[in-house]
Structure formats: structure tokens, C-alpha cells
């Protein structure tokens, strides 16, 4: 069997359940574009070498892969809300408040953001400074930046915090 008619079956066999995992997994936005990245990966191996004994397996552990590569890049690039975005949709107050505060935050180093969440965790000075290796003074100081650099990126999205709210 050639590599095209074994790239066919495998797509007639598998894209439906393939394209259902991603569905469940991210939704149906994205469910599309994986699915196709998927079998483009299957082309490209099949191109190149004999299909897999299990062909099955073999697709759903590219498609694992696709997703946690997906995944990945979607961590590494957070979604930042424009002013447009939220005009179009005329969400109410407190959904654009939860919108600026997300993008704000997003704005913000990952170790700014860090220190930030484990103390919202209830972590002490000393507990968060131990998980990062830094000293109690260190993380107070980050602590202290990190939120006055939250504050102006808010107000960048146009939200204002009083300075008894930080």
C-alpha cells in the first residue's frame, strides 16, 4: 500500500475522533485547525517512512502532542482584550472589569505575576521567597513593584483601584 492511500484510510478511519478529542479537550474553535495539523504531521511521517503497526495509536499520540503544542504556545502568548473587542460585544461593567484585570495581569512579567499569585495563595514573604529562591525582603520588594506595576497596566485598560485595594 502506497503512502497516499494509507495517509486516505487513516483520514476516512480516524479525523472524526480526532477531530471529537480536540472538541472536548479545547473546544470547537480550535478542534478544526489541530485536526488538520494532525494529519498534515501523518503525511509528512508517512512520506518519509513505512506507516506505524498501530496507525490508530500513532495518530492519537500526534494528536496529544499537537495539543500540548498548542497548549504551549497559547501559555506563552496570553490573549490581550482590545478596547474594540469589548465596544463590539457591550458586556456589562463587571465582565469588562474581569477583562482589564486579565489583561493586566498578562501584561506583566512572569515573575512579577509569580510572586503576585503565590500571595494571593496565602503564602508568607518567607514561604513565597523560599519557593523562588529569594530572601523575605526580596519578595516584599518584588511584591511592592510587581503591584504598582499591576496598577498602572489597569489603568492603561481603564481601571482604577483605590491604594487600600492592593
Not at 484510510?9 to 479537550?25: E, G, I, K, M, S
Not at 473546544?27 to 496507525?55: C, I, K, S, V
Not at 512572569?110 to 526580596?138: N, P, W
Request: overall charge neutral; glycine content about 4%.
Amino acid at each position: 500500500m502506497n503512502s497516499q492511500s494509507v495517509f486516505d484510510a487513516a483520514y476516512d478511519a480516524h479525523a472524526p475522533r480526532v477531530y471529537a478529542y480536540f472538541t472536548l479537550c479545547l473546544g470547537a474553535d480550535a478542534a478544526a485547525d489541530l485536526t488538520q495539523q494532525t494529519f498534515m504531521q501523518l503525511w509528512a511521517h508517512l512520506r518519509r517512512e513505512p506507516p506505524p503497526d498501530n496507525l490508530r495509536a500513532w495518530v492519537f499520540r500526534i494528536a496529544v502532542n499537537v495539543k500540548n503544542d498548542w497548549l504551549r504556545r497559547k501559555q506563552r502568548t496570553p490573549a490581550l482584550v482590545s478596547l474594540d473587542d469589548r465596544q463590539r460585544a457591550a458586556p456589562d461593567d463587571e465582565l469588562v472589569t474581569a477583562l482589564a484585570v486579565r489583561t493586566a495581569f498578562a501584561r506583566l512579567s512572569a515573575a512579577q505575576r509569580d510572586v503576585l499569585l503565590l500571595k494571593q495563595m496565602g503564602l508568607t514573604s518567607d514561604e513565597i521567597g523560599r519557593a523562588i529562591h529569594l530572601s523575605a525582603s526580596a519578595v516584599r520588594s518584588r511584591m511592592a513593584a510587581a503591584k504598582k506595576q499591576f496598577r498602572r497596566e489597569l489603568e492603561d485598560c481603564g481601571v482604577t483601584m483605590d491604594e487600600d485595594d492592593g
